[in-house]
């Protein structure tokens, strides 16, 4: 039959690794890395969300003519871990292949 569907399933992409664009809240457009995602939800969170971890302040620009003690200041990173719905989040086309050990997670 021409009117009849066919169901199309989406590929699972939000996997640990993936870059995402942080898109609501405190640290809304920020970029994270999904540590751990969990697609079905949970008990106390019936909806997909992922544990991310991201940049919260990136460094600043440093020249020649600062300090130490400024240069130490402005290079400073300051980071955040969040669990974040689904929804809340972009994902890029970056991944990155860093090793997160289960077992702390």
Avoid: Q
């Avoid at 697609?39 to 019936?46: A, C, H, I, W």
């Avoid at 997909?48 to 940049?55: D, F, N, R």
């Amino acid at each position: 039959d021409f009117h009849e569907r066919k169901e199309v399933h989406m590929g699972k992409f939000m996997k640990p690794g993936r870059v995402v664009l942080v898109l609501s809240g405190r640290y809304a457009g920020k970029k994270a890395v999904i540590v751990r995602n969990y697609d079905e939800g949970s008990n106390d969170r019936p909806y997909g969300h992922a544990l991310v971890a991201g940049v919260a302040r990136y460094p600043l620009k440093v020249t020649k003519a600062m300090g130490k003690k400024r240069m130490k200041k402005r290079s400073r990173i300051k980071t955040f871990f969040k669990v974040t719905n689904y929804n809340h989040m972009m994902p890029t086309r970056y991944s990155v292949d860093v090793p997160i050990d289960k077992n702390v997670v």
